[in-house]
């Protein structure tokens, strides 16, 4: 499968951005997916993740209240919907999918992930 992320760009502090990962190749709703991110310096972190179903979401500490993560399936998007965005969300993020269907699904560990998209920049000023 073949990942593409979109959306990224500058905004202000408290400002809103959409990052989409479009899915191609193999049965997209086969897939557990996640987002993780990057910034300058530091390890990549989990920020978000779904299930096959959407039908449950996960969120990282950092992002809970904030961020809202949503699948289409006749799209094969999944969409991250960033609001009230702090100079700290700034980083590279990526979207991954986990083909595997263990239920002890560790979804925070990009371990659990075998397909990564190529990754797009958030920066939030402040």
């Known amino acids: 499968v073949q990942l593409q992320a979109s959306g990224g760009g500058l905004v202000q502090a408290g400002g809103s951005l959409r990052l989409s990962c479009a899915a191609s190749g193999r049965t997209y709703n086969n897939y557990r997916m996640g987002w993780f991110r990057q910034a300058p310096g530091k390890e990549r972190e989990f920020v978000a993740a779904i299930t096959r179903s959407g039908r449950n979401t996960y969120y990282a500490d950092s992002v809970k209240g904030r961020f809202i993560l949503s699948r289409d399936g006749a799209e094969n998007t999944v969409t991250l919907q960033m609001n009230s965005l702090k100079s700290e969300d700034t980083a590279v993020y990526y979207c991954?999918?986990?083909?595997?269907?263990?239920?002890?699904?560790?979804?925070?560990?990009?371990?659990?992930?075998?397909?990564w998209g190529q990754g797009t920049q958030v920066t939030v000023s402040s």
């Open positions: 991954a999918a986990d083909p595997r269907w263990d239920p002890r699904w560790d979804y925070s560990s990009d371990s659990s992930y075998s397909y």
